[in-house]
């Protein structure tokens, strides 16, 4: 890794470390009081009301009507919560993992009802409701209590009606638990720093979580303010979404201990899953951005050094996003917290964002793309959240994509505006999201981007995949198309601000975009593309998969074409009982060129409105070339008639600078999985790719090279194999020749490059590559506590150094992997690299036995690393299938 240059991105003015030290004092005083109140609101925890309802035994109520939402009879427009987590268990005794919690919840009650349901999952010690409509509260009979356990509902019956159109105050006290092993809710943590065990707690309320922490109304269309106090010991830091407005300590009389307590600001209107807090041992840099945030980067104070890149990178892309929305960031902080032990990989929490640490924390002088190139795109997602499922929320997880879609899309921009060198929307998107989204949704399994989601915890979770994500980003992509990126910001902007503070559905977005596309064209949407919005993009996300579209030509002028849903396996079953379909057929907007106009910037499109449809090919003669998806904006496969895909492959090998990048991708990625698919000649797939010989960018060998598993695999037990490898070698060997092994003075796309060059020539053998891969392991096995080998690369080299290599390579690996844990996975795989047919069996066979290995990965490895090993892992099943079975 070699050091980058930032100057280009500013310093960062005023750091300093944030590590926060704060002077024990002790009073002597049975209770104490929480004077402040940021909103106004009367504070319950002062008041020693005796309860007027009493806590039932928990009972199982089925309630047939609700589908697990909660009852819209009430409104909740603001929480006051009180939080005291114990997670130091050298000091906590029995309390150690409790969470003491205290929460008032203010509502106003929309129609007569005689019950209160809110979601929790603790043990309700105590609770009382008041009528606040008034100067004077007053405290309302409660008849009693119950517990739908499916639901996660805490019921509260009252004696008389409460009133609609009348505000209350529910107080509730309670002992929940940090103790959440899946690293979500509000949970516990435990991590080394320096040789000295530390703890923390944190939170990930996403998606319906925050009920472990408080009850609460925990959907994401109930938003309200906050505000959060939070109890803790005085050795650790404590932040929350918001700034802090009032440190304080108290004495516990009956420990002796003193504990800190902060109350932060009032938040903006928001959704449960969105509150944030952590507490530990943290540290922090800061700045301010341009646009006057006060900006923090937290992690262990060991690790500080590594933030700075973070902070300067988040700046700069939270004060863009606000000049591309025209929509000030909500607040006066944002917090960035790297976390040692995180579920998710980053968490959007407004104000307080929450990191794995390998996705915050970045050492610049350890120089690695691919950390850089993560760290700035998960940034730019986190921070684009802000106002995309921060500021205008989906109704409900059936909408995600509006959250999560977007944020997928615009992690780009964001990224590409601190590393334009990486080419994100040239380069990267096509990779990271289209053919993400082929990848899923081109099987029978799939399902549509939006579809009718229950309340069961890991049904929503299911739900944040590659179609939500990718998909919903592909989504956007299509229709920037054909509306043109300014027409369609113009459009998202108007969605910002006419949902701000409130929650959407997609039906919300077409509404607006279409009104935005017939304000600023003066004409109905009808005129401009024969349907609306909704029932355009319907068509995209109410049924899964996407369209082939086959190309004929019946004139020298003429292109027939013709649409139908694509599966890439032929026998696949379409599995779509649980949700409805259009009939898979789409609204696509097809884009289009030829060879004697050339129109990439601005190609003419054709419209196929749920059929077939014929374009015209103006100029065009017989002997001329077309190419339809121009950049592949549109979520389509293409396949032309076979005269043409040999005029394409004819053009690519005379000048395939001819054609646009993304183009020469998206045709090698069609050909290969249309040839899987046997809807095209493999032969002509491999026609297509014979230009690479020529190709210095990066998308399109990449296409190639996460499709060439289907070829490799058909071949590599045949005699043609050897034919196969000598052709990609072929193809490889300028890129080989010009890029080589030096990884120091490179960057940005450039490390890509030299990556995948690397590791296709090692892969199909060329000589040079086997020998630099060897010299590399040597040097490692002469030095093993010195790996200079770069990282992106060792798979490659161990597997081609153990394949080529004899004894002494394969055994440093097997004794290696026994204790690098780092390097463990890596060099299992390698063994099953070797040529030696006793050698593979006799790994396979010693993995039944070695609980140091798994003998169901390692067969996996000995399968994929070889034709010959596929042969015996499939021999060693069938002789083994008992003891397999059994194990």
């Known amino acids: 890794m070699t050091p980058i240059t930032l100057g280009y991105l500013g310093k960062a003015k005023n750091k300093h470390g944030c590590t926060i030290t704060l002077k024990t004092l002790i009073f002597l005083f049975l209770t104490y009081y929480i004077q402040e109140s940021n909103c106004g609101y009367v504070n319950s925890f002062d008041v020693d009301v005796k309860m007027q309802g009493t806590l039932e035994e928990e009972v199982h109520i089925e309630d047939e009507d609700s589908g697990g939402r909660l009852p819209r009879t009430h409104e909740p427009y603001h929480y006051r919560v009180w939080l005291q987590p114990y997670f130091t268990e050298a000091k906590d005794g029995h309390k150690f993992l409790d969470l003491d919690g205290k929460v008032d919840i203010y509502f106003k009650c929309l129609e007569d009802t005689d ?70 809710g509000f949970y516990y943590g435990n991590y080394v720093e320096d040789g000295q065990n530390k703890t923390f707690v944190a939170t990930q309320f996403e998606s319906v979580r925050a009920r472990r922490a408080f009850p609460c109304f925990d959907e994401p269309d109930f938003k309200a303010t906050f505000d959060t106090i939070l109890v803790y010991r005085p050795e650790y830091v404590a ?226 995949d590659t179609i939500t994500y990718s998909k919903g980003s592909s989504i956007i992509m299509l229709m920037r198309g054909f509306m043109g990126e300014d027409l369609l910001f113009k459009g998202f902007r ?149 005269e043409n895909w040999g005029r394409l492959a004819q053009q690519l090998l005379v000048n395939h600078e001819a054609l646009p990048v993304r183009n020469r991708a998206h045709l090698i990625n069609d050909a290969l ?42 071949l590599w037990r045949t005699s043609t194999y050897g034919l196969l490898q000598k052709y990609i070698r072929y193809l490889v060997s300028p890129n080989y020749a010009n890029l080589g092994w030096d990884f120091d003075p490179t960057d940005d796309i450039d490390y890509y490059r030299i990556l995948e060059t690397l590791q296709t020539a090692c892969a199909f053998s060329l000589a040079d590559c086997i020998s630099e891969a060897t010299v590399q392991y040597q040097d490692w096995m002469k030095k093993p506590d010195d790996n200079k080998i770069e990282e992106n690369m060792r798979s490659t080299v161990y597997c081609t150094s153990i394949r080529y290599g004899g004894d002494a390579e394969l055994l440093f690996s097997y004794k290696r992997q026994m204790n690098d844990t780092e390097e463990r996975s890596r060099l299992q795989s390698a063994l099953a690299c070797s040529r030696q047919p006793w050698t593979l069996n006799m790994y396979m066979e010693k993995a039944m036995y070695d609980e140091s290995l798994s003998v169901t990965s390692t067969i996996g490895y000995v399968r994929d690393n070889s034709g010959l090993g596929f042969d015996l892992a499939w021999d060693f099943t069938m002789k083994y299938f008992d003891f397999l079975h059994k194990t």
């Open 115 to 184: 019950r209160v349901t809110v979601h929790q999952r603790m043990t309700i010690l105590k609770y009382e409701l008041y009528d606040i409509s008034d100067a004077v509260e007053k405290q309302i009979p409660i008849a009693g209590n119950s517990t739908i356990t499916e639901y996660d509902w805490f019921v509260i019956n009252t004696v008389d009606l409460l009133e609609s159109g009348t505000s209350y105050r529910l107080s509730m006290e309670y002992v929940g638990t940090v103790n959440n092993t899946d690293d979500r």
């Open 239 to 464: 932040l929350s979404n918001m700034e802090t407005v009032r440190n304080d300590t108290y004495y516990d009389p009956n420990t002796d201990d003193v504990w800190n307590v902060t109350y932060f600001n009032t938040t903006v209107k928001m959704s449960t899953y969105l509150n944030a807090y952590t507490i530990g041992d943290w540290a922090c840099i800061e700045s301010t951005s341009r646009t006057g945030i006060k900006f923090r980067i937290w992690s262990q104070p060991s690790l500080l050094y590594q933030a700075e890149y973070a902070l300067e990178v988040g700046m700069i892309q939270l004060s863009n996003f606000e000049d591309l929305w025209g929509m000030s960031y909500a607040l006066r902080k944002m917090d960035m917290s790297a976390l040692p032990i995180f579920g998710p990989g980053a968490m959007e929490n407004w104000g307080l964002i929450l990191y794995r640490e390998v996705y915050l924390l970045y050492n610049e002088e350890e120089h690695s793309p691919s950390r850089q190139k993560a760290v700035a795109q998960v940034i730019g997602h986190e921070t684009i959240h802000q106002w995309f499922g921060n500021v205008v929320t989906m109704d409900w997880w059936s909408h995600l994509w509006l959250n999560e879609g977007f944020a997928s899309y615009f992690e780009y921009y964001g990224a590409n505006w601190v590393e334009p060198g990486f080419q994100y929307y040239e380069q990267f998107f096509q990779e990271g999201e289209q053919y993400s989204t082929f990848n899923k949704d081109q099987q029978g399994d799939s399902h549509p981007l939006i579809m009718d989601i229950s309340t069961d915890e890991s049904e929503i979770t299911s739900f944040f």
């Open 494 to 642: 108007n969605y910002l601000n006419w949902f701000a503070y409130d929650n959407a559905v997609s039906d919300d977005l077409w509404r607006v975009l279409t009104e935005t596309i017939e304000h600023e064209m003066g004409e109905n949407i009808t005129e401009v593309f024969g349907f609306d919005m909704k029932q355009i993009m319907d068509t995209w996300t109410l049924q899964m998969g996407f369209p082939v579209v086959d190309l004929i030509r019946t004139s020298p002028s003429n292109v027939q074409a013709h649409q139908k849903h694509f599966l890439k396996d032929p026998n696949d079953v379409v599995e779509d009982e649980d949700f409805g379909n259009l009939g898979y057929v789409w609204h696509i907007p097809l884009t289009f060129t030829h060879e004697a106009e050339q129109l990439f910037e601005n190609p003419k499109t054709t419209w196929l409105h749920l059929t077939s449809a014929e374009f015209t090919l103006d100029g065009a003669d017989e002997i001329h070339w077309y190419i339809a998806n121009i950049n592949q904006t549109a979520l389509i496969r293409v396949n032309y008639d076979l």
């Open 673 to 714: 999985v249309l040839g899987q698919a046997q809807q095209l000649d493999h032969v002509v797939s491999m026609e297509i790719i014979q230009y690479l010989y020529n190709e210095i960018e990066y998308i399109p060998w990449q296409a190639y090279i996460a499709e060439q598993y289907y070829t490799k695999y058909m």
